[in-house]
């Protein structure tokens, strides 16, 4: 059984910083692209980052140079590292893998509120 697993999210006020992490097992985590999604009230869930098995990343345009992803290929985890917060950054993030399939956690929530 393929298990994802989010954890790190929390409320934080603007400017802070935040570590998301995700757990993954029950897939041959090397042969899977990692990436972190989030869905704010309202609006469809949209990319926020993504990682290849050999490490390469990429960033949507709100988040390059705040946000960091990476990915331990010998801990079967990824993590995504949030600086500088802003209040648009509230949403809820989920970590998803793809191999020939696409498997999804449940999601973490992030507030960036003052």
């Known amino acids: 059984q393929v298990q994802l697993v989010e954890s790190g999210g929390g409320l934080v006020q603007p400017g802070g910083s935040l570590r998301l992490s995700c757990a993954v097992s029950g897939i041959l985590f090397t042969n899977t692209v990692m990436g972190w999604y989030r869905q704010a009230p309202g609006n469809q869930r949209e990319l926020v980052a993504g990682v290849t098995w050999g490490g390469t990343p990429t960033y949507a345009d709100s988040v390059k140079g705040r946000f960091t992803i990476s990915r331990d290929n010998a801990k079967n985890t990824v993590t995504l590292q949030m600086n500088s917060l802003k209040p648009e950054d509230t949403a809820i993030y989920y970590c998803?893998?793809?191999?020939?399939?696409?498997?999804w956690g449940r999601g973490t929530q992030v507030t960036v509120s003052s």
């Open positions: 998803k893998a793809t191999d020939l399939r696409e498997y």
